[in-house]
């Protein structure tokens, strides 16, 4: 029993600190967004262009993170793929300041 519960901790502990560690920082996010996408999606969340999403209603954010992310790799519509451009890391940051929108 004693072990099981020493594994179970464990468990509990790893996952935690890996979860910290791909934890997005909308700060390290904002300055990867005005670098990358703030040209097309604005600085506030509001396009300067046509028709993109407005991020401050929240348009394009109702979806899990993993979603975000696979979008972000791979582009959609005219936006270009950044996977290979932006690490793991900095596509969970941008995710976690595009959250900051609204």
Not at 35 to 58: A, E, I, Y
Not at 64 to 69: G, I, M, R, S, T
Not at 70 to 91: E, F, R, S
């Amino acid at each position: 029993m004693k072990k099981r519960i020493a594994v179970f901790l464990t468990l509990v502990l790893f996952l935690t600190f890996v979860g910290s560690v791909m934890a997005g920082n909308p700060m390290r996010g904002r300055t990867v967004y005005n670098k990358h996408c703030l040209g097309c999606h604005g600085g506030n969340g509001v396009s300067p262009v046509g028709d993109m999403v407005n991020f401050s209603l929240g348009e394009g954010l109702m979806q899990p993170d993993q979603a975000l992310e696979l979008t972000i790799k791979n582009g959609k519509g005219i936006m270009p793929g950044y996977a290979g451009t932006l690490t793991d890391q900095q596509i969970s940051d941008v995710i976690a300041h595009l959250r900051t929108f609204f």
